[in-house]
């Protein structure tokens, strides 16, 4: 009962994060792991946890995603795919040790990547060295199908140094390509047996309602708040899955 209602909870605690500010994946990643799932196999479920809201969020800003062609949509969202499967190829070939060693570094990179996201987007939009957007959809997709968090904010930075600058298109084009490369990976996890289905559905459903009620919940809450507390669970994950290598 206990453990149902932690997965249950971070569920619902990560569709609110998403809605608000995003950072879902630092509840629901670190909640399966103390289920008792192993790494690999909490990661596979957490993807198919904060699945929806990505496909939500696309919706959200479908106005500003008409501003693209079909062709270009179809050329971005083919780049998705692929680098999205590679990525998670190589998850599944990576062995269960090795993941458990890099995840502390993935858990500080991706809570990095929250923090300074707003400077990082600075710093790009300044530095104006155009980056080549295909290139870099494929090498940002494959660390999505490989370990979501910090996804978003990846995808912006490459966006606003690919030379684009309507944010709300931009954010449409992270949401309609984050739910693109994670539903391959997802796909990729469900063909290899990675995925404990039931509690990743139900966790799903959780996070469905969490991220209804969090964009209410958005207009209310100062930002920066959420911002922090993501942060700290961050960090706090990162020191706890550093501590069980010890």
């Not at 990560?14 to 950072?23: D, E, K, W």
């Not at 692929?82 to 062995?95: E, I, M, N, R, S």
Request: aromatic letters at 10%.
């Amino acid at each position: 009962m206990i453990e149902w209602t932690v997965l249950l909870l971070a569920g619902y605690l990560a569709g609110v994060l998403n809605a608000v500010a995003g950072g879902g994946s630092f509840l629901t990643f670190p909640a399966l792991v103390w289920a008792g799932y192993p790494p690999i196999v909490s990661n596979a479920t957490s993807a198919v946890a904060v699945l929806p809201g990505y496909a939500g969020g696309a919706l959200g800003f479908r106005q500003e995603l008409r501003e693209l062609s079909i062709q270009r949509h179809l050329i971005l969202s083919a780049v998705a795919l692929a680098g999205g499967l590679a990525g998670a190829l190589l998850l599944l070939v990576t062995p269960a040790s090795v993941f458990a060693f890099v995840v502390p570094l993935l858990l500080l990179f991706a809570t990095a990547m929250f923090a300074l996201g707003p400077k990082i987007m600075a710093k790009v939009r300044k530095s104006g060295l155009p980056l080549p957007l295909l290139p870099g959809l494929f090498l940002v997709a494959i660390y999505g199908g490989y370990f979501n968090g910090g996804l978003g904010i990846m995808l912006l930075a490459l966006f606003a140094a690919a030379g684009m600058s309507n944010l709300n298109l931009m954010n449409g084009l992270k949401n309609s390509l984050s739910f693109v490369l994670s539903f391959i990976s997802v796909a990729a996890f469900a063909v290899a047996g990675k995925i404990i289905w039931f509690e990743g559905m139900m966790m799903m459903l959780a996070a469905t309602l969490g991220g209804y009620q969090g964009a209410a919940l958005s207009r209310r809450l100062p930002v920066i708040w959420v911002k922090r507390f993501v942060i700290v669970v961050g960090l706090i994950m990162t020191m706890i899955f550093t501590y069980r290598l010890i």
